[in-house]
């Protein structure tokens, strides 16, 4: 299994933007889907976007799209998660999660899915 670690979170107003990075190590990334996920208090975790390995299809959920980007830099073994015009309803622990082989679904992507998990990062937007 790969490691990941999730850095870039903290407090933003609204309407501002925050970058989310999961750096993946113990494999080479390009191996692996890479997909973010959110979980609010007392709500299951979510979906947010994914990546896929060699094929690079993307994948964001319809609450994100238009907002936030999702991109992937192999050589660094990074994917980022670009939020822009974040608002209240974005407020969550942010996870980034990994699978090998995956590819990500235009459907969506669901916690089980995936083998391996960050630690999360805090993202909480003031109004």
């Known amino acids: 299994q790969v490691q990941l670690v999730e850095s870039g979170g903290g407090l933003v107003q609204s309407g501002g933007s925050l970058r989310l990075s999961c750096v993946v190590s113990?494999?080479?990334?390009?191996?692996?889907?890479i997909g973010w996920f959110r979980q609010a208090p007392g709500k299951e975790r979510e979906g947010v976007s994914c990546?896929?390995?060699?094929?690079?299809?993307?994948w964001l959920s319809d609450s994100v799209k238009g907002r936030f980007t999702i991109a992937r830099d192999n050589a660094k073994n990074t994917v980022s998660l670009q939020m822009n015009k974040v608002e209240p309803e974005d407020t969550a622990v942010y996870y980034c999660?990994?699978?090998?082989?995956?590819?990500?679904?235009?459907?969506?992507?669901?916690?089980?899915?995936?083998?391996?998990w960050g630690q999360g990062t805090q993202v909480t937007v003031s109004s």
């Open positions: 990546i896929s390995g060699e094929a690079g299809s993307t």
């Open positions: 113990g494999d080479s990334l390009e191996n692996y889907a």
């Open positions: 999660a990994a699978e090998k082989g995956y590819y990500c679904s235009p459907y969506g992507i669901w916690p089980g899915f995936f083998s391996s």
